[in-house]
């Protein structure tokens, strides 16, 4: 085991595995964090803790993924190489490690315009290929980036990484996977996807390539909570393709909230199906409270003790 982590022994066994997201708050009201944690608890078995998720300034992933750990639950913990240089890096990881953290997503990070700091400056000493290979240094070869400098003690973790199957070029994705595999990645999570044909010709690519044995790939979900925020979503945010069909469905239904977790509980029954999906990765943007309905209906449920 690279980690021993509740994911990594779901993973390794075989099981479709769930996890789900949290936000950290604007500040340091810990309350927020436990309320939307219970929200979660029980119906996942990890779950991400973001990162300054657009460029907005909250609580650091690695105090929440701390107090989660306090709470009994597991932490995927989300780094981006946005706001830090390889020496915050390394530093962060083993103070990560040190507070039993065991799984770390790598990511770039969205761009500092995108937030509420419009004046601070992008770092990206290293891209997130970099920042998984530099993860895997210190884990395998227990030295510093360089591998000149021993490290004191063990860094233990399972390392994961994002993946777009719907960003253009196309035809590039999974090439783009494959070099995060070959840096180091041990499990994927993908962004939310509504275009499942377009998804599946991705997986194709993908099995392919033999990528789907090498690595562990959890695919994203978001449900809709309304007409509007599928419309919104379809036309500003990048990478995300919302077929017609499925904004119609939203937008028409009488109760626009409930259609949007049918379609999400639609779609994992059909990525469950699809060879090379390891797991779901929930998404449900402010609306933590819906996640156990939809693993219930879903058939997720009860989410595996394992040893």
């Known amino acids: 085991m690279k980690a021993g982590s509740n994911l990594e022994k779901i993973l390794e066994k075989r099981i479709f595995a769930v996890t789900g997201e949290l936000g950290p708050p604007k500040g340091n009201d810990v309350n927020v964090i436990k309320r939307k ?19 907005i300034v909250r609580m650091s992933s690695i105090a929440t993924s701390s107090i989660l750990i306090q709470m009994e639950l597991e932490p995927v913990m989300q780094m981006t190489t946005r706001d830090r240089n390889r020496i ?30 419009v004046d601070s400056k992008n770092v990206h000493d290293l891209d997130s290929i970099q920042l998984i290979d530099c ?3 210190l884990r395998d070869q227990g030295t510093l980036l360089g591998g000149e400098e021993k490290i004191e003690g063990e860094v233990k973790l ?3 990484a994002a993946e777009n199957p ?13 070099k995060k595999v070959a840096a180091g990645a041990d499990f994927i999570q993908t962004q939310c ?33 309304s007409g509007g925020m599928a419309r919104y979503m379809a036309k500003n945010v990048s990478g995300i393709i919302i077929p017609d069909e499925i904004i119609d ?21 059909e990525l469950r199906e699809i060879e090379g999906v390891r797991g779901v990765h929930i998404m449900a943007i402010e609306w ?16 595996p003790k394992v040893e």
């Open 158 to 160: 399972l390392i994961g």
């Open 88 to 117: 915050a890096i390394q530093s962060d990881v083993f103070g990560a490690t040190a507070l039993g953290i065991k799984n770390m997503l790598c990511l770039t990070g969205d761009h500092h315009t995108f937030g509420n700091q």
């Open 135 to 137: 993860v895997r240094t």
């Open 166 to 178: 719907f960003a253009d070029p196309f035809e590039f994705r999974a090439i783009r996977l494959g």
């Open 193 to 225: 996807i509504y275009d499942m044909n377009r998804f599946k010709e991705w997986m194709k690519m993908v099995r392919d390539r033999g990528l789907h044995e090498k690595v562990h790939i959890l695919a994203g979900v978001t449900p809709l909570k």
């Open 288 to 303: 933590e409270q819906m996640v156990s309905k939809i693993t219930e209906m879903a058939g997720l449920l009860p989410r």
């Open 37 to 55: 944690a219970e929200f979660l608890k029980g119906y996942v078995d990890a779950i991400n803790i973001t990162d300054n998720q657009t460029a």
């Open 249 to 269: 469905r939203v937008v028409k239904a009488k109760k626009p909230a409930e259609e949007g977790i049918k379609i999400c509980v639609e779609q994992i029954q």
